[in-house]
Each structure stands twice: as C-alpha cells, then as structure tokens.
C-alpha cells in the first residue's frame, strides 16, 4: 500500500472529525436554548397559513433532492470516477450547508444583516452550497478529499461574504444576492482548476463510457425537474411567475438542445453530451429575471439563447478557449452555467432598464443610471471576487501541505474507494 494512500487515510478522518467538531461548537454558540428558538418558530408558524408553510418545506425539499441526488448523478461524467463524484458531492453538500448557516448567524452577530428564521436559513443554505457542486465539476477527478474539502468551505464562506458585499454596498436586495450562485460557483471553479496540472495527454480515464453517460442525464432530468423550485427560492418561496417562467425557458432550452445536437453533429445523430449540458442552460439564463419579467415568450427567448449558447460553447471553447488558457473544465460548467449566467445577468439590466424607461417614459435618467449602475456592479463584483479568490484557492489547493495526487492518479476511483472485486488494489 503506498504510503500517500496511508496519509489520506491518517488524514481525511481527522480533519472531517475536527471540521465537525468545530461545527458543533459554532452551533451550541449560536443557537444555545433549543426551546425558546421552538417556541419562535411555533409562533411564526401560527401567524403562517398551513398551506404556505407545506409549500415552503416541499419548495426545500425539492431544492435539497437537486442538489444532493442531481447534480450528485449530474457530475458521474468519467468512467473510473463514479464513486467519487456522487460521494464526495454529497459529503461536501453536508459540511458547506452547516458552514454557511453559521456564516449567516455570525453577519447577523456583527449586525451586516437582519435575523431571520432557521429554516429559510437552511434553505438559503441549501442553494448557496449549489456553487460548490458546480466548482467541483470543473476540478473533477483531480482534487482529493483533503482539497476538495478545503476547496468547499473557502468557497461557502466566500460567496457569503459577496453575497453581504452586494446586500451592504450596492443595495441588492437579499434575495437578489443568490441569483449570482451558478456565475461564482463556474467561474471560481475555473480558476481552481487553472492551478492544477494537467493530465499526461495519453490517459484516457478522463473520457466517459455510455454507462457514465446515461447515470449522468439522469441527475440532468433530475436537476431539471426540481429547478423552478430552486429559481422560486432564489427570488422568493412560492413565487408563481418564477416557477412558470423557468418551467417555460427549461422547456424551450430541451427542445432546442436537441434540434442543434443534430444539427451540429457530423452524422446527424443526438449527442448525449449536447443534451447533457444545454436543457439546464435555460433555467441558469432565467434565474436572473424569473420574478420580474412579466412575459413568457421572454423567459421561452433566454431559454433558447442558453441552449445556443452551451452547445455553441461546447465547441467553442473546448477546442479554442481552454486549451489556450490551459483550463481542464472536466464536465463542462463553463458552457453549461458561465455563460448562461452572464447572458441572464445582461439580460435583467436589459429588462429592468426598459421596464422602467416605460414606466418615467425615460426621463428619470438617474433612476436609470443607477440602476444599470447597480446590477452591473454586483456582477462585476461576483465574477471579479469568485476569480480572484478562485485562483488563489487553487494555488493553495496545489501545496505539499494538502497532499496533491500525481497527475497519473487522475480520475480515478481506485485511489479513494474499496472495489472487493479487484484482487490488486492500490
């Protein structure tokens, strides 16, 4: 047994049991009397009808069922890596959910922003914790536990902290900050991944098998199914136009992954991988303006735009833009939330901008002004921050301290998991 495979078991358990410990310590601090937060929680809960607060537990549950069943399926793109990614996707959901309550419990402490109940809370958390999983998919296959980990709880706290920086300075409103979820978890992946080196050019474990592709378009069918839930938490818990507005664009975004992965293709035929990627860019493109717009042939277009976008990309930047930047973008999140996060972002300043040049009949200019002023400074901000720190997680991620793998252990299981079957091991 080499000695690295000792040292990741020497050390994995130990840092999960000290995260934990530390977590549970933070809990006791900031909720420290179980049956007076019960008891607010009952009172509130009267206030509430019954039916809102059913919607507002299935609304969670369903935004949980996606991010730890679907996008646990969604990252089974390698053959050799199936055990890690739904794994380690689930381990690393668990600890980030935990870390970012406390992160909102300790900026409600320091008084940047107001209380709120625990379990919207939780459920804020739920969605926060989404732009780990899109970050892993970038790094996937070449980050171990201890990184990924570490990776994890840097990106949690992170976000947060943009999230609080767009809330206190530019005046977004709360709900407004989570809308930028799938640009910081790509484009933080990203830079991760850029620290790492790259595989040796004849490896092929980091290809996928009709096996790897079918579990994956199974968390694809699964992510889309729940995501006007995840769009209606986002915005607002039961928001109506949000659910059928992305209902609308994920339909129209489907319909078009197909119809371009047979027109794109050599021979005509469906790609698994076109579909894979391009019927979730519709609902990433209409996150942002899922609430406000007021159009469903609006939602139908971004849906449209998004699909173009992620299987136009996929080719684009797989052949041009990553190999130049020296980016190994394992399952795709550049194409498949990138960029359909920027189009959506551009496209609530369009809307907004137009929205309310109807309504002052374009003479209030400085309205105008500062409100262009304002979305574009929470995205530039969001993608500026997830960048930078992405780059210098990513140089951290790559020192002797976290125990990097040999690029020849890339994607693969074995190195990680107990496989009885096989009578060589690591």
């Not at 915005?235 to 609308?248: D, H």
Request: net charge neutral; proline share 4%; charged share 15%.
């Amino acid at each position: 047994m080499p000695s690295r495979y000792l040292s990741f078991r020497c050390s994995v358990p130990w840092l999960i049991l000290l995260l934990q410990a530390l977590l549970l310590i933070g809990f006791f601090f900031c909720f420290p009397d179980a049956d007076d937060h019960d008891a607010v929680v009952s009172v509130e809960e009267v206030r509430l009808p019954i039916a809102r607060s059913v919607a507002e537990f299935q609304e969670f549950q369903d935004v949980s069922h996606m991010v730890i069943f679907g996008f646990g399926f969604f990252l089974v793109v390698l053959r050799r890596y199936g055990f890690s990614s739904t794994g380690f996707n689930f381990l690393l959901m668990v600890l980030g959910v935990q870390c970012s309550v406390l992160v909102e419990c300790l900026f409600v402490f320091l008084r940047v922003q107001h209380s709120e109940g625990l379990m919207e809370s939780l459920a804020k958390a739920v969605v926060s914790v989404t732009a780990v999983a899109i970050s892993t998919g970038a790094v996937l296959g070449k980050a171990n536990p201890v990184q990924l980990i570490v990776m994890s709880l840097v990106e949690t706290i992170i976000f947060c902290v943009s999230r609080c920086i767009n809330r206190t300075f530019l005046k977004v409103p709360d709900e407004h900050t989570l809308r930028h979820v799938h640009l910081f978890g790509a484009y933080f992946g990203l830079a991760v991944t850029f620290c790492f080196p790259e595989p040796p050019p004849g490896l092929d474990k980091n290809r996928s098998t009709p096996k790897s592709d079918l579990f994956s378009m199974l968390g694809t069918v699964f992510v889309w199914v729940f995501w006007p839930s995840f769009n209606s938490i986002l915005v607002y818990l039961g928001n109506q136009t949000a659910v059928l507005n992305t209902y609308f664009a994920l339909a129209v975004s489907a319909v078009a992954a197909f119809m371009l992965s047979a027109l794109t293709s050599k021979d005509g035929k469906f790609r698994m991988t076109h579909i894979h990627s391009a019927v979730l860019a519709g609902g990433v493109t209409v996150s942002y303006t899922a609430d406000i717009n007021q159009h469903p042939w609006i939602a139908m277009i971004l849906g449209l735009l998004g699909s173009v976008i992620a299987i136009l990309g996929s080719h684009c930047l797989q052949r041009c833009f990553n190999p130049a930047f020296k980016l190994q973008d394992t399952s795709g999140v550049h194409f498949t939330f990138g960029l359909p996060a920027v189009l959506g972002a551009v496209a609530t300043v369009v809307i907004r901008v137009v929205e309310l040049g109807i309504n002052t009949r374009w003479n209030d200019l400085s309205r105008l002004g500062y409100l262009i002023f304002d979305e574009a400074g929470a995205f530039c901000q969001t993608i500026s921050t997830a960048l930078i720190t992405g780059l210098i997680t990513g140089l951290i991620l790559n020192t002797k301290l976290l125990k990097t793998v040999h690029v020849s252990k890339y994607f693969d299981d074995q190195f990680y998991w107990e496989f009885p079957h096989l009578s060589v091991g690591f």
